[in-house]
C-alpha cells in the first residue's frame, strides 16, 4: 500500500464523535495510518452534522475547505460521511464535486469498503445502508481524552418533536443490548478512562424497544458495579420520563455525578404542545423541583430555543421568568433554525433577528445564574478532574463541568497530575470561572 494515511475530520455532537471512533477504529484494524491530520492523506474522511442551518453551514464550508486543500495537492481524495451525507444525497455530488464517496449514517461500517473502492480507481462510492437497522457493534479509537469518554447507548429518535429531524436523518430510536454496552464500559475504564458519559437522542427511552420497558436505571445499577469506573454523568434525559426509581438511583449512588442534562427547549404549554413536544410546563416545574429537593447539590443543564412557532412576546417572557426562577445551573440558548421537511418549518414564527435578539436576552439571563451558582461554591471543596495547564493555572472538571460544553475549575498547586483526580477548595472565582486550590 504506496500511501496508506488516512485523515479523519469529525464534526457535531458527541454521538457523532462516537461514530468517527468507530471509523477509525476499523479502518486502523484493516492496516491504515489513521490521524487528525489532514496534510499527506491519501484519503480524508469527513464525518459530518446536519440536522440545523449552523451544523450545515459549519460542514458546507469544512467541504469547501478541504476541497481547497484537495485542489492544492495536500491530500488525494475526500469521503463525507454523516448527517450531511445522509440528508442531502440525492445532491451533493452534483452540487459539491470535490466529494469522492460519500456514507450515510446507516453505513459507518463500511468506510474500510469505502476507501478501498477509491484507493482502487473506482466509481465514487455512495454508500447508504438501512438507518433503522439494529446498530453494528465495533470498536473504537479513543480521541476525547484518556480519562473520559462518551457511552452511547442508543441510535435513533421516535420523539418526532415538530421542530427536528433528525429521526429522518439517523432513524428510529434503537438500544444496543445492554450486556454490549456494560462489556464496553468495562473495557474503556480497563484502559484508564474514569469518567463515562452516558449519551443517546433521548437516553431515558433506553431498552423500551428492547425489553418493552423503559431500562435506564437498571443500565445504570450494572454500569456502577465496574469497580474501576469513578464517574457516570447522564446527558439527554427527556423530563416526562424521568421516574422516581431513576431520581433515588441518581441520588443514591455516588458514581453517578449530581449534574443532569435535561433538555426541555421551551416553558410555555403553547409552544410545547406546538412543537409535540411529550408533558406540559406544570410537569417540567415539578421535576426540577423534586430533583432540588431528593438530590443535594444536583447541577441541571438544558436546552432552549427561542422563535419557535408559537412564541410571541407573552410566551417568551414566561421563558425569562421560568430561567430567573428555577436558576437552571447551566443552558444551551438558540435560536429557532426552521428545517425543510419538518412541520414546524410550515408554521408562523418569529423572524430570524427576532429570535436572535432573544436568544441573546436569555443568554444574558442565563449568565447572571451562572455567575451566582459559581460565586456560592466559594469554600467548598471538591473532587476535579485534571485535564490539563493553561500556562498559569491547571484546570480541570468537578461533577458540575461536562466537557465540551461547560467550563472549567482553575486549580493552583504543585506536582499535580494530569487525568487524575484532586481534591481542590473553591477560592473565588476568576473571569467567570471557579478558581481553587488543591488541599
Known amino acids: 500500500m504506496k500511501n496508506n494515511k488516512i485523515g479523519m475530520v469529525s464534526l457535531g455532537c458527541a454521538k457523532n464523535l462516537v461514530n468517527s471512533e468507530q471509523m477509525m477504529y476499523l479502518l486502523s484494524e484493516a492496516g491504515f495510518e489513521v490521524t487528525g491530520e489532514t496534510d499527506g492523506a491519501n484519503v480524508v474522511v469527513l464525518n459530518t452534522c446536519g440536522f440545523i442551518e449552523s451544523a450545515k453551514m459549519e460542514a458546507i464550508e469544512t467541504i469547501i475547505e478541504l476541497g481547497e486543500a ?31 464517496g460519500l456514507i450515510g449514517v446507516g453505513s459507518f461500517g463500511e468506510i474500510v469498503t469505502a476507501v478501498r473502492a477509491l484507493l482502487d480507481g473506482g466509481e465514487k462510492p455512495a454508500l447508504f445502508g438501512d438507518i433503522n437497522a439494529p446498530l453494528e457493534e465495533t470498536g473504537r479509537l479513543l480521541t476525547s481524552s484518556p480519562a473520559w469518554t462518551y457511552l ?7 420523539n418526532r418533536c415538530a421542530f427536528c429531524a433528525i429521526p429522518d436523518i439517523r432513524g428510529r430510536f434503537r438500544s444496543r443490548p445492554m450486556e454490549n454496552i456494560v462489556r464496553e464500559a468495562a473495557e474503556l475504564t480497563a484502559r484508564g478512562v474514569r469518567e463515562l458519559i452516558i449519551v443517546a437522542q433521548d437516553s431515558t427511552r433506553y431498552g423500551l424497544d428492547l425489553y418493552d420497558k423503559r431500562s435506564l436505571t437498571e443500565l445504570l445499577k450494572r454500569l456502577c458495579d465496574i469497580e474501576d469506573l469513578k464517574w457516570l454523568r447522564l446527558h439527554y434525559l427527556y423530563p416526562h420520563e424521568m421516574d422516581d426509581e431513576l431520581i433515588d438511583l ?19 404549554d403553547g409552544v410545547l404542545a406546538k412543537m409535540r413536544r411529550r408533558g406540559t410546563s406544570g410537569e417540567i416545574r415539578d421535576l426540577i423541583s423534586r430533583l432540588r429537593s431528593r438530590i443535594p447539590g444536583v447541577v441541571i443543564r438544558t436546552s432552549v430555543i427561542t422563535g419557535l412557532p408559537g412564541e410571541g412576546e407573552r410566551e417568551f417572557e414566561e421563558l425569562c421568568d421560568f430561567l430567573r426562577e428555577a436558576k437552571i445551573e447551566r443552558a444551551g440558548v438558540f435560536p429557532y433554525s426552521p428545517e425543510e421537511g419538518t ?66 475549575v482553575l486549580v493552583s498547586g504543585d506536582n499535580i497530575r494530569i487525568n487524575e ?3 481542590v477548595r473553591i477560592i473565588r472565582t476568576q473571569d467567570g470561572e471557579p478558581l481553587g486550590e488543591v488541599i
Open 250 to 268: 441518581i441520588a443514591e449512588n455516588d458514581k453517578i455525578l449530581k449534574y443532569l442534562d435535561i433538555p426541555i427547549q421551551h416553558i410555555s
Open 70 to 100: 484537495k485542489k492544492a495537492g495536500r491530500f488525494n481524495k475526500l469521503i463525507v460521511a454523516g448527517c450531511l451525507a445522509q440528508r442531502y444525497k440525492d445532491e451533493i455530488f452534483a452540487e459539491m464535486p470535490e466529494i469522492d
Open 421 to 423: 483526580f484532586v481534591q
Open 343 to 408: 412541520p414546524a418549518a410550515e408554521m408562523v414564527r418569529a423572524d430570524e433577528e427576532t429570535a436572535m435578539r432573544r436568544a441573546e436576552l436569555l443568554a444574558d439571563i442565563q449568565a447572571r445564574v451562572l455567575d451566582e451558582f459559581n460565586e456560592s461554591r466559594i469554600g467548598q471543596t471538591m473532587p476535579v478532574l485534571i485535564e490539563g495547564h493553561n500556562g498559569v493555572h491547571y484546570y480541570g472538571r468537578s461533577y458540575a463541568e461536562s466537557p465540551d460544553v461547560d467550563g472549567y
Open 152 to 158: 452511547k447507548i442508543a441510535e435513533g429518535c421516535d
